[in-house]
């Protein structure tokens, strides 16, 4: 069924373009494009009406069942614009193949990854005059897939929608990196192993505002995310993963159940042992991080994820007590890691890993 999957594409007429916005106050997901890709599923005829059209608002039953019980998965990546009007992604397949783990845990049907993948390069080159040129600043690509079956029962549904949208997005460091203030949480948890946390489903997303408004209001910009089960291990800040150079090791915590694989994580695991850093992926509790930050052996703490590449963290906060990390600025092997991940990126610096392709 799979292989009969066709695509067509509607494009908006002259008249229906919409004004591009001020490429200098961007923000994130705050604009759209002009097109959407939308296909749906059901039981019987699996994915179907597959197609590129204008953006455009669709009508939900109130009954859908994403809206009342979360069955709903998302993904991100981005387009970057290159030199010549070169369009770049940054391996988009690891997204959808995340996309159908997501998919698994959340009795989700998997998508067809070779035919999305086709349509999402289609969609971003349609759309490629969206693609902010603006250093730093990239086309954010949004694949959701939400349940919309009208029925109030707790099951599977039988009808789905999986569409991707397009956000010009602004450089996350317009004006070098600013290393961010964290708040370690022992009140609340993000994920606990057994449940959702491996899965990019909205519900997570739901459950950590809490946290970060509190985090906010106290000055804070991101939550750090202890372990559920002692809220002693360090798994995740915000929705980034987490990464501590503690000596000549790099640490990060190991996926065993309740962390998000992260593409950009495993990226920097790979660079980081391609120069010879020691990568060690292990539980690592937060009493070992400020011990460390307290004899001197602390030197970073980042967070990678799509947004921002990598987030430096220059003060924690634990239990009412403030801790500098690497004097507050940004670490050195933070930069190296960036300006690396970055050029690979926008097709600037040689591609070891062939993570990168080239779709205009
Ligand atoms: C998306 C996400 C990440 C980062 O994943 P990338 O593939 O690197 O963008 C990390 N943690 C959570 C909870 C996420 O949702």
């Not at 899965?199 to 106290?218: D, F, L, Q, R, V």
């Not at 890691?337 to 070891?352: A, N, R, V």
């Amino acid at each position: 069924m799979w292989r009969d999957l066709e695509i067509s594409v509607c494009k908006c007429d002259s008249g229906q373009l919409k004004e591009k916005p001020d490429q200098d106050n961007l923000g994130f997901g705050n604009f759209f494009t002009d097109h959407m890709f939308l296909m749906k599923w059901t039981r019987e005829k699996g994915w179907h009406d597959a197609e590129i059209g204008p953006y455009k608002n669709f009508s939900l039953d109130p009954a859908a069942m994403a809206l009342h019980y979360g069955q709903a998965i998302f993904e991100g990546l981005k387009a970057y614009s290159g030199e010549n009007g070169q369009v770049f992604m940054f391996r988009p397949e690891d997204n959808f193949e995340r996309m159908n783990a997501s998919a698994l845990r959340m009795c989700m049907p998997r998508i067809p990854v070779d035919q999305v993948l086709k349509a999402m390069k289609a969609l971003v080159y349609l759309d490629k005059d969206w693609i902010p040129t603006a250093p730093g600043a990239t086309l954010y690509v949004r694949p959701t897939m939400i349940a919309v079956e009208p029925v109030l029962g707790v099951r599977p549904a039988e009808e789905y929608y999986f569409y991707m949208i397009l956000s010009p997005v602004g450089a996350y460091y317009s004006e070098g990196f600013n290393p961010t203030k964290i708040w370690v949480t022992d009140k609340y948890v993000r994920a606990v192993k057994g449940g959702v946390g491996t899965a990019k489903t909205a519900g997570n997303y739901a459950a950590s505002i809490m946290a970060a408004e509190e985090a906010n209001k106290a000055g804070y910009t991101q939550v750090l995310w202890l372990d559920a089960c002692e809220r002693k291990y360090i798994e995740e800040v915000g929705t980034s993963n987490i990464f501590v150079k503690i000596g000549d090791d790099l640490i990060t915590p190991p996926l065993n159940g309740s962390i998000l694989a992260g593409i950009t994580r495993d990226s920097v695991i790979q660079l980081a042992k391609s120069w010879d850093i020691k990568v060690v992926e292990r539980m690592i509790s937060i009493d070992e991080v400020l011990a460390a930050s307290e004899d001197g052996s602390l030197t970073e703490i980042f967070g990678t994820g799509t947004a921002a590449v990598i987030s430096p963290v220059g003060e924690l906060c634990y239990q009412d007590k403030k801790y500098t990390v690497a004097d507050g600025n940004t670490g050195e092997l933070s930069q190296r890691l960036f300006d690396e991940l970055q050029g690979i990126q926008y097709g600037k610096q040689e591609d070891p890993f062939k993570w990168t392709i080239r779709i205009g």
